[in-house]
């Protein structure tokens, strides 16, 4: 008897005490991922955005938004004069541009497509692989990449202290001293947190206007967080997770793919992984994908209706949705309704730098 | 008048059998945001994404540690009703009324990183007697109350591969849901079928421990050690063991999309003999004269657009000692259910469901024979966030036995109400 008792209770014993050992030695050893409370811990319900915060240390001015302004429209912080951030970032294609990848100095293309400036403030992570953790970071980055803006932070620097007007106004917004590269980002990302869409059809459905949106929008809308499992990524008001998945979105030279954010943390999970854009304005910006790849919003949709590529590191949220034609063209009908009504935003002027002959 | 008594007997079988619970949890949706049919192709079945989603420990696919426990995201209770009118029909006379057919209180979450929990509670509802003159001493329970589900997950033991489940729980040997189906009144007749003396429910929950995983590509596994009795305590020392795998070819998991094979045995024990044993201070009886008994059987899901064909049978072995009408010999049967759902309207508003179920006894007990023919359109009313109603009509035609037929209706239409 008493034997028998062993030979059925230590196959659970070691059962239990073999689990709490793996598990203890499993995944719990996994690092935390940061931008995880950037936009709240986990899916959050489709909204309105909230006001936009700026960090503490690079408080708003209007006389600071209107410096980053004329800086994000000017060309001169290239090497060559020829490219500025509005190049890639073009209010009149939805701060993005045609692609499928971006033109940058010299005629050269890059691999990524531009991600939207628009409601980039809301972004826990900058770029598609998340390598920057703030726009003022961020801003930094295309002057010195050879095939953006090709220039080098002190190249820009001797020209924009150049630059008679420039210097009035830096020594208006920053007071005295040299011009520094952290001041021309802390500009241009102050203006660009000015660009934010609070105001589409889907915003004032979701203030209560319910015919804001037409019967097929709404349906749209319920299969957007239904059967289309668009939320499983694109939630919250951002429309976004601000995380990164792999959709399986064939490399273009299957030799040397974009290994998107892993290249950031190095964790195999991330190979293939870029991040998850905002679905505001997206009607505005075609084509879509990291890379540009598919062309059309109808086109997007059947890519995901089919559960996305083949890749062995495939997002196990990405899953075939089996929809109808009618599903999908509510779809499309919905995100379209996520298109700006802001005037100031949709149709943003380039603001000539004094100084600047055009 | 034995006719009649069979007819009230059978009706008072069906209606209890609306005991029967189901899944569906909007506290889910309540804290993500999603609306129902994120998890599900009309609740509570359960499509690609909401399999991911359970079989991650009630967490996002691949996001683990990325969102509330419960104790930031608010109480996760939630609340699913059943209740509405039904016609039985048994060889020319019926019975039938309104009727509160099952009510199910649930809570359920994540805990911490890859722990998370699962309660479900069927409290006891007492019908009014006014329409039901059946077998029993009055005491006529529509739902017996039960702690059905009480399990905690540890997921991702091992990433992907190894997720474990403690408690009492839905097992994976039950490749086609029965807690998951569409169907609110037909049970899965083969699952609730035994040997006359055997008193394993393989529909029901059972307690002990489950070990789940998935392998690349498509590959997942289900390996149980559990009481196989239901019962607690528990009257047998012996626990049962099963192992389900299954494999689905292209993307998804089979349920509305991909397709996908499986196959499961179990191997149980079940006492012949109760008296003289030993209690444990818990309760636990210490059967004797243990008998064996297995299930094997496979499961095939195929689908196409927007259907699903969905196939489960199995061929079951009880121990003779479980044989009342010929101790000499096991007692083998087999059967099974074939199902197509179709699913319509935007966001699958709109289900419809055919079914066919059949139980095979040996031909000494061939008056247990059973074929069923079931039908069901289920509407869903909305797809807001965290509740939902369903519109809920469903049709069986069953007949029992071979000589004599009993042949019986039932007739059903309920409003279903989650939230």
Known sequence: MRRSFWLMALPVALLAAAAGLVWGLGDQKAQPITEANALGIGPQRLGPLPPVIAPPGNPPSSAKIRLGKELYFDPRLSADGSVSCATCHNPAL????????????????????????????????????????????????????????????????QTVSAIAVYQEEFKAVFGEGPITVDQVADAIAAFERTVVTTDSRFDRYARGDHGALTPLEREGLEIFNGKGHCTGCHWGPYFSDGRFHNLGVPPKDPKNPDLGRYVVTKDPADKGAFKT??????????????????????????????????????????????????????????????????PEVADVKPVTPRGLAR | MKKTLIVLFAGATVLLALAQSALAIPAFARKHGFNCNMCHAGFPKLNDWGQRFRDNGYQVPGQQGKEKSVFEAGIPLAIRTTAGYSLYDGGGQTAGGFHLYGLDLLAAGVLHKNISFLFVYTPRIDEPAADYTGPGNGDNPAQLAAIESANIVFSNVVRDKLNLRVGRFEPGFQMMSAKRSYYLLQP????????????????????????????????????????GTGANPDNNKWNDVYLALAKTFGPGEGQTA????????????????????????????????????????????????????????????????????????DYKFWGGIVQLDWRGLPNDRLVGSVMYNWVDPPDYDAARQIRAVSGLVRYYLGSWYAVNVALHLEVTHREIGVAPRVKDNLFTILIDFDF
């Open chain 1, 94 to 157: 939805g701060w993005s541009d045609e692609g499928p990848t971006s033109k940058g100095i010299h005629g050269q293309f890059g691999g990524r497509r531009a991600p939207p400036v628009s409601n980039a403030a809301y972004a826990p992570l900058q770029f598609w692989d998340g390598r920057s953790p703030s726009l003022e970071d961020q801003a930094k980055g295309p002057i010195q990449n050879p095939i953006e803006m090709g220039n080098t932070h002190e190249a820009m620097i």
């Open chain 1, 277 to 342: 854009p905002t679905v505001r304005d997206a009607g505005r910006r075609p084509p879509y994908l990291h890379d540009g790849s598919e062309k059309t919003l109808e086109s997007l949709i059947d890519f995901y209706d089919r559960g996305g590529g083949k890749d062995p590191n495939l997002d196990p949220l990405m899953v075939p949705l089996r929809l109808t034609k009618h599903e999908k063209a509510a779809l499309v009908a919905f995100i379209k309704s996520l298109d700006s009504l802001n």
């Open chain 2, 258 to 329: 991909g397709q996908r094979i499986g196959l499961f045995g179990y191997l149980g024990w079940q006492p012949t003999d109760l008296i003289g044993g030993v209690v444990s201070p818990g309760g636990d009886i210490n059967g004797f004269a243990n008998k064996t008994y297995y299930r094997i059987g496979g499961n095939v899901s195929l689908n196409l657009k927007s259907f699903n064909l969905n196939g489960l049978a199995f061929r079951a072995v009880d121990d003779m000692a479980f044989n009342e009408l010929d101790p000499a010999v």
């Open chain 2, 188 to 227: 899965f007749e083969i699952y609730q079928f035994a040997g006359s003396r055997n008193g394993f429910d393989f529909s029901a929950n059972h307690i002990g421990i489950e070990a789940t995983g998935r392998f690349k590509p498509g590959l997942k596994y289900a390996l149980g050690y559990i009481n």
